[in-house]
T-cell receptor
Framework: NAGVTQTPKFQVLKTGQSMTLQCAQDMNHEYMSWYRQDPGMGLRLIHYSVGAGITDQGEVPNGYNVSRSTTEDFPLRLLSAAPSQTSVYFC????????????FGQGTRLTVV | QQQVKQSPQSLIVQKGGISIINCAYENTAFDYFPWYQQFPGKGPALLIAIRPDVSEKKEGRFTISFNKSAKQFSLHIMDSQPGDSATYFCAASPLNSGYALNFGKGTSLLVTP
């Protein structure tokens, strides 16, 4: 099993550019989430999905869009990148609302210049 | 607002010593309290987790102590080793939520030889 796979690992964007961070899991998990990690801030929830076709906002959703057309994939879109979005992004998945162990990907380090 | 408060921010322990990291929360709807370990350049990985119906859980050298009335929980690492040097995050998840982990800001642990 690959677990949670994120691509790319590193990305540099110019202000105003758009891009999609990819996330895929092969564990048949119902729940998937995106977090951003900033120094001294811990991990903060951006968006989450409780199943295919169902998404909702987390703590810091502004500037990001998500969709979930399949159980396996949960891409995160930056519509118009800003320097404040410079961060490390982690995708996570968990099996259900009772089986809560979250598995994280290796992260995408994004720099917006 | 930070729903889970973690301390200390950093910790230096000698090899063989006990590392203790503390977390506090306010939301009584939390029913799942995991600890994650993160090495540089990697995603967080679940170390140990506890539910509020028990006061202590031990796995090898790692123990969670949970005080429901005080709304506090802590991680104890016995016989700390240099390989334990990492960042540790506590988190909490509400009842019936498989996606929303509220993280503390993290503790950077250094175990010296």
């Amino acid at each position: 099993n690959a677990g949670v796979t994120q691509t790319p690992k590193f990305q540099v964007l110019k202000t105003g550019q758009s891009m999609t961070l990819q996330c895929a899991q092969d564990m048949n998990h119902e729940y998937m989430s995106w977090y951003r990690q900033d120094p001294g801030m811990g991990l903060r929830l951006i968006h989450y999905s409780v199943g295919a076709g169902i998404t909702d906002q987390g703590e810091v959703p502004n500037g990001y869009n998500v969709s979930r057309s399949t159980t396996e994939d949960f891409p995160l879109r930056l519509l118009s990148a800003a320097p404040s979005q410079t961060s490390v992004y982690f995708c996570a998945s968990s099996y259900s609302r009772t089986e809560k162990e979250a598995f994280f990907g290796q992260g995408t380090r994004l720099t917006v210049v | 607002q930070q729903q889970v408060k973690q301390s200390p921010q950093s910790l230096i322990v000698q090899k063989g010593g006990i590392s203790i990291i503390n977390c506090a929360y306010e939301n009584t709807a939390f029913d799942y309290f995991p600890w994650y370990q993160q090495f540089p350049g990697k995603g967080p990985a679940l170390l140990i987790a506890i539910r509020p119906d028990v006061s202590e859980k031990k796995e090898g050298r790692f123990t969670i102590s949970f005080n429901k009335s005080a709304k506090q929980f802590s991680l104890h690492i016995m016989d700390s080793q240099p390989g334990d040097s990492a960042t540790y995050f506590c988190a909490a998840s509400p009842l019936n939520s498989g996606y929303a982990l509220n993280f503390g800001k993290g503790t950077s642990l250094l175990v010296t030889p």
